[in-house]
C-alpha cells in the first residue's frame, strides 16, 4: 500500500473527526480539543488521532476519556463520510507540541532582548531611497 494513500485517508480521517467533535460530539468533557494530526495504519483497521487540549492535566485527562466514550460515535461519522473497506478504529493520544512550543516561545521571550522596530526603520530608509531616487530622476 502506497504512503500516499495513508496519507490521504489519514487527512481525510482527522477532517471528519476535526468537525464531528467541533459541532456534533456533546460530552461536556469534551471541550477545548483540537485534532493535530491522524496515524494510520497500513492496514486502515486503526488510527490514532493526535489530540491537543488547552488546560490543565486533570482537564486533559478528562477530555481523552470523553474521547474514548465517544470514539464508536466518531467512527460511524467516518463510516458514513468515507467509504473504505474498513472502517478505522480510533485511539485517541495527547499531543503536547503546541504547549511545548507556548513554553518554548516564553523562555525565549524572556531570555532574548526586546525587539526593536526593525521593520519600521528599514521602511524609513527604503522611503528615503525612493525620495532621493525621484529627486535625481524627475
Request: no cysteine; hydrophobic share 40%.
Amino acid at each position: 500500500m502506497s504512503t500516499r494513500r495513508l496519507l490521504k485517508a489519514a487527512e481525510a480521517v482527522r477532517e471528519v473527526v476535526s468537525m464531528a467533535i467541533l459541532t456534533q460530539v456533546r460530552d461536556p468533557r469534551v471541550q477545548g480539543v483540537t485534532v493535530t494530526s491522524v496515524e494510520m495504519d497500513p492496514d486502515m483497521r486503526s488510527a490514532t488521532v493526535h489530540v491537543s487540549v488547552m488546560g490543565n492535566p486533570t482537564q486533559e485527562q478528562l477530555a481523552l476519556r470523553g474521547l474514548a466514550s465517544s470514539a464508536g460515535f466518531l467512527q460511524a461519522q467516518i463510516a458514513d463520510k468515507i467509504e473504505t473497506r474498513y472502517t478505522p478504529r480510533l485511539k485517541f493520544e495527547l499531543d503536547s507540541g503546541v504547549k511545548r512550543s507556548i513554553e518554548i516561545a516564553r523562555m525565549l521571550e524572556a531570555v532574548l532582548p526586546a525587539k526593536t522596530d526593525l521593520p519600521v526603520a528599514q521602511e524609513e530608509v527604503v522611503f528615503a531611497k525612493r525620495e532621493k531616487d525621484s529627486e535625481e530622476n524627475p
